[in-house]
Nanobody, 124 residues
Framework: QVQLVESGGGLVQAGGSLRLSCGAS????????MGWFRQAPGKEREIVAA????????YYTDSVKGRFTISRDNAKNTVSLQMNSLKPEDTAVYYC?????????????????WGQGTQVTVSS
């Protein structure tokens, strides 16, 4: 099992940057794919980015490619999401999640451990 706690959300103007961090408890962090998801009001939760257990492979949804970067530090049990060139449509609650590596990075159903979420608001 792994417990996840996000931090780093906030209010930023369009074009600005934010860095989200997720700290994980437990010695099994390095055995999980890690993902960042978001849910905007009235919309379904969607996967934003994901990273494999060893950090070699990554996945990004099309709308954030070239703007967001996911990274992980297995020694520190952390995963981060650097968000640049933010747009109002990036406004959402962002969740960190851990998933079984036997499934694909972009398979939302593989993620079964979740943080509490952190709000990101981008003003126009």
């Amino acid at each position: 099992q792994v417990q996840l706690v996000e931090s780093g959300g906030g209010l930023v103007q369009a074009g600005g940057s934010l860095r989200l961090s997720c700290g994980a408890s437990g010695r099994t962090f390095r055995t999980y794919h890690m993902g960042w998801f978001r849910q905007a009001p009235g919309k379904e939760r969607e996967i934003v980015a994901a990273i494999s257990v060893n950090g070699v492979n990554t996945y990004y949804t099309d709308s954030v490619k070239g703007r967001f970067t996911i990274s992980r530090d297995n020694a520190k049990n952390t995963v981060s999401l650097q968000m640049n060139s933010l747009k109002p449509e990036d406004t959402a609650v962002y969740y960190c999640a851990a998933g079984a590596p036997s499934y694909g990075l972009s398979n939302s159903g593989a993620y079964n451990y979740w943080g509490q979420g952190t709000q990101v608001t981008v003003s126009s």
